[in-house]
């Protein structure tokens, strides 16, 4: 284990007085906990026709994502609220296929259950308006100020619908279909640009955005780059990616999106605390008898959230700590260090 991380025992003495430094003369521990800030997760998800195909298995990439599904959100009843949207809507015409919603299905909400049902009744069809789907979850979690906000985008290929984008010269979401009119309102064309931009400017509004990409459908060797490029993009944009390789989440199958989703909101879920109580000086993180020493400038430990001072950080190994022994309480304690007079 590294050196950040150290066995440690928590003995305190009897407190007398009240407060950091009471008048007693005594030396007063000033102790602060740190708890899981609870996240609020809105899941976009892609139920385009594509969805349809079946895999190895013979079940269709929708039937996989449901059964993943139905095994990954229940295990966020309690610790997280969720909600969901899809792209395209569900009434989306088939001479109008890139119709989107203008609402989640779901608002985010205590009851996990409610977020199944809808993924469980909901069928894939039509395009996929990827821009839509994510700008109805932004404008959504914007609404609050919530500091642990999270957008995650489940998606089996690479977003189109773009009608204002020249099929001339754009590139080509699925190879060798940007051809014939120009700016058409089924566009083939890859819908990066304004994607990316507004995920920067989810991330600006203190939104995180989480991509998680299913790569079974994509039938040729171009569909697959052009998609993992354009989900890389998105990850970097969204400011957070898979651990230790600046890439989406990949699932091979839609079956196996549920380790996918697992690995992706564990941050989340578990390396976001807030603050009890502010302690002057950077003191080290303890729970049972493991320690997280402040971070500083190291990839490992805890850092205090430029956006939100009363919001600490897991890096690295912490958090996967944090993770694998399922920590949601943090301790510590410093003599008459208390932030409070």
């Not at 150290?6 to 906990?33: D, H, N, Q, R, S």
């Not at 010269?169 to 994607?195: H, K, Y």
Request: aromatic share 6%; net charge neutral.
């Amino acid at each position: 284990m590294k050196q950040w991380i150290t066995g440690v025992g928590i003995a305190l003495g009897a407190m007398m007085g009240t407060g950091c430094g009471a008048k007693t003369g005594l030396v007063v521990p000033c102790i602060a906990t740190y708890q899981i800030e609870r996240p609020q997760i809105m899941f976009v998800i892609d139920r385009s026709g594509s969805m349809a195909a079946r895999s190895t298995d013979g079940r269709t990439s929708w039937e996989g994502l449901v059964t993943a599904m139905r095994e990954f959100l229940p295990q966020l009843q309690g610790t997280a609220d969720v909600g969901v949207t899809f792209f395209p809507a569900s009434n989306a015409p088939p001479e109008d296929p890139c119709i989107a919603d203008t609402a989640p299905t779901v608002a985010v909400t205590e009851d996990v259950g409610a977020t199944l049902r809808a993924i469980e009744f909901a069928r894939p069809s039509g395009g996929t308006p990827t821009f839509e789907g994510l700008r109805v979850a932004f404008e959504s979690l914007r609404q609050n100020s919530r500091p642990n906000r999270v957008i995650v985008l489940v998606t089996d290929g690479g977003a189109a619908c773009n009608g204002e984008l020249d099929t001339r010269t754009c590139t080509c979401a699925v190879e060798n279909q940007c051809r014939g009119e120009p700016n058409a309102r089924f566009s083939p064309c890859l819908d990066q640009e304004r994607i990316v931009d507004l995920v920067s400017r989810a991330r600006r509004d203190g939104i995180t955005v989480i991509a998680v990409g299913i790569l079974e459908a994509s039938s040729s060797e171009y569909s697959r780059r052009i998609f993992e490029q354009f989900l890389n993009q998105v990850a970097a944009a969204g400011g957070f990616s898979a651990m230790g390789t600046g890439r989406f989440y990949p699932a091979n199958r839609a079956r196996e999106a549920g380790t996918a989703l697992l690995e992706s909101i564990a941050t989340p879920t578990h390396c976001r605390l807030r603050e009890s109580r502010r302690l002057r000086a950077a003191a080290a993180l303890t729970s049972n008898l493991t320690s997280i020493r402040p971070a500083e400038d190291q990839p490992n430990g805890w850092v205090r959230s430029a956006a939100d001072p009363s919001i600490i950080e897991l890096r690295g190994e912490a958090c996967t700590t944090a993770i694998q022994l399922r920590i949601s309480e943090w301790r510590a304690s410093l003599p008459s260090y208390c932030h409070e007079p």
